[in-house]
């Protein structure tokens, strides 16, 4: 059983920046592949990035390359978003996804455990 807890989201203004976290317990946290997903209201979830459990690969969706960096580090069970130039078109919850042993990010009905949020507003 493996629990996610986001951390770090919050009222930006537009151009700031924001850092959240995924604290991951349990002790196979690098077995997982780890990805972000936000969902705007009103509208479905969808894909941000996603970082293989090595750590070495990493992809994107295309609307965020550029400006979200995923990261994480095995050695705290912990993954992160860094994100950039944020504008009010972010505003979403955001969650974070572990998918074990999965090689590349799979489709959002793939993961194994999802944390439960955390809330990003930004402001113009």
């Known amino acids: 059983q493996v629990q996610l807890v986001e951390a770090g989201g919050g009222l930006v203004q537009a151009g700031g920046s924001l850092r959240l976290s995924c604290a991951a317990s349990g002790r196979t946290f690098n077995a997982y592949a780890m990805s972000w997903f936000c969902q705007p209201p009103g509208k479905e979830r969808e894909f941000i990035a996603g970082?293989?459990?090595?750590?070495?690969?990493?992809y994107y969706a295309d609307s965020m390359k550029g400006r979200f960096t995923i990261s994480r580090d095995n050695a705290k069970n912990t993954a992160y978003l860094q994100m950039n130039s944020l504008t009010p078109e972010d505003t979403a919850v955001y969650y974070c996804?572990?998918?074990?042993?999965?090689?590349?990010?799979?489709?959002?009905?793939?993961?194994?455990?999802w944390g439960q949020g955390t809330q990003v507003t930004v402001s113009s």
């Open positions: 970082i293989t459990w090595t750590g070495r690969s990493t």
């Open positions: 996804a572990a998918a074990y042993g999965a090689l590349t990010p799979p489709g959002p009905n793939a993961y194994d455990y």
